[in-house]
């Protein structure tokens, strides 16, 4: 075990924390699991957020230091946003592509679609929301039993606070206006950016007019710095590498948590739960599985010399399955940075460049989760969405991606802002509210392989990629 690769300590970890929550299940562990266990898997999660903040600070000043041309630094900011722009309107078609394909909202009873479209025409109805397809199921005298029926059903469901907590945060975040998301981008007192992990745009913002500032005074004035935030980089460095030797404990008791919380004392309910929403699931699941094992790696094969799937994937298979750990791009974003700076050999400049930015603005399965969502509800609910309706929402889910916090379930918040820009009901996320953990899972871990991939490739436009250890990779 003591040579045994980290992914691999890791994927063991991952496997036996699983099979112990089953197990723990059935057994009526499920309490001991939650209260014993699952604290552990949180002490990980705030473990790496906690060297975070300060390492992508510290890190992108360093970076921007080492350049000594701005004019470099703007080449590597436009190379970057531009491969993420790509990558995540790629992930959007493709999802919306395989939804439309398999259509698995319209794999439900005739007479259950019939009783969603009506109460979404009530809801649209009481809020002077146009019905976005034209039709009228409530006009139409063969449904006439039904309304009364469906609308006395609505006016008995219960309210849900989780949602609507959900729902206020993307009602602040719609009413804001167009150019509120360059004002959040400054901060105006970086310590209280520094201490909140949603707000990493802010740090990114603050480090790299700090490293620009940094390169333009005078050398002798600036070294001191320099030399006070490169050592800081090396600690917070090393406290990556001290807290990854526990990753596989710590990944076993995040999975064990999370099956035991939603599995309680009876296993068979997360079985139950993905039953429901099973083929939604299989095509969120089949749309991430594409972007991970075909469309990153053959991109970063066609873009970069010498790069091959297995080469890939053994350097960054830590940094995939913690992300899919702990549902977390910036919990991840340390390891990450480790793995394409050592193992696929990114320089530094560029790991510090790309990657922080990554981890906020490239949600590729955040945005991929996004559009199959919002059409498979329109299916659920009989309602057919326009191919206008449709690039509406790959725009909107773009956008959105680049504003969702990098912490677990944030794409619900952007979800229900998507849904609303198509005229759809927001509440309709509570559909799909007990398969988003694990699916949340499979997305960062997208996530985080998109930032992987771009960061290699902008690095190898640049010059910045050093190709000596990729034979230990074989």
Request: hydrophobic share 50%; with cysteine.
């Amino acid at each position: 075990m003591k040579n045994l690769a980290l992914h691999w300590k890791i994927i063991i970890g991952l496997v036996l924390g699983i099979i112990f929550a089953f197990v723990s299940s059935s057994l009526g562990w499920s309490e001991f699991v939650v209260d014993w266990i699952d604290p552990f898997g949180k002490i990980f999660i705030n473990l790496l957020k906690l060297i975070a903040v300060p390492l992508v600070l510290f890190s992108i000043i360093k970076g921007i230091s080492g350049l000594h041309d701005t004019a470099k630094l703007g080449r590597l900011a436009s190379k970057t946003l531009l491969f993420y722009l790509v990558t995540t309107v790629t992930s959007v078609s493709v999802g919306l592509l395989l939804v439309n394909t398999f259509s698995p909202g319209t794999l439900v009873g005739e007479s259950q679609r019939t009783d969603n479209r009506l109460a979404y025409e009530i809801w649209a109805q009481d809020n002077a929301i146009d019905i976005l397809d034209g039709k009228c199921y409530l006009c139409d005298d063969q449904y006439a039993a039904r309304i009364g029926v469906v609308r006395e059903l609505m006016q008995t469901e219960a309210p849900n606070a989780a949602l609507a907590a959900k729902m206020q945060s993307a009602k602040k975040t719609k009413e804001s206006g167009p150019l509120q998301p360059l004002v959040d981008m400054v901060p105006s007192n970086i310590f209280f950016s520094l201490n909140n992990n949603g707000l990493m745009l802010q740090v990114i913002f603050f480090a790299i007019f700090f490293g620009v500032t940094l390169i333009s005074i005078p050398r002798e004035m600036a070294q001191p710095v320099i030399g006070l935030v490169d050592g800081m980089n090396e600690v917070f460095l090393k406290m990556v590498d001290l807290v990854m030797q526990a990753a596989p404990f710590f990944v076993f008791a995040l999975l064990a948590g999370v099956i035991s919380k939603m599995a309680g004392d009876d296993p068979n309910a997360v079985i139950e739960i993905f039953k429901g929403l099973g083929w939604y699931s299989l095509v969120v699941v089949a749309g991430l599985g594409f972007m991970i094992f075909v469309f990153y790696p053959l991109l970063v094969q066609l873009s970069v010399k010498g790069m091959n799937y297995r080469r890939f994937f053994k350097a960054i298979s830590p940094a995939q399955f913690l992300a899919f750990s702990t549902s977390s791009s910036a919990a991840t974003l340390p390891v990450t940075m480790d793995c394409v700076r050592d193992n696929l050999g990114v320089s530094k400049e560029t790991t510090s460049f790309v990657l922080p930015i990554g981890a906020t603005v490239n949600m590729d399965g955040t945005s991929m989760y996004q559009a199959i969502a919002v059409v498979f509800l329109a299916q659920f609910h009989a309602v057919d969405l326009s191919i206008g309706q449709q690039l509406t929402i790959v725009l909107t889910a773009t956008l959105a991606s680049i504003g969702s916090a990098a912490v677990p379930s944030a794409g619900l918040i952007m979800l229900i802002i998507v849904l609303e820009s198509v005229g759809l009901n927001p509440a309709w996320v509570a559909i799909i509210f007990p398969v988003d953990r694990i699916l949340d899972m499979c997305r960062t871990t997208v996530n985080v392989t998109g930032d992987c991939s771009v960061a290699t490739i902008v690095a190898d436009s640049e010059g910045q990629l050093d190709r000596t250890n990729w034979s230990n990779l074989d």
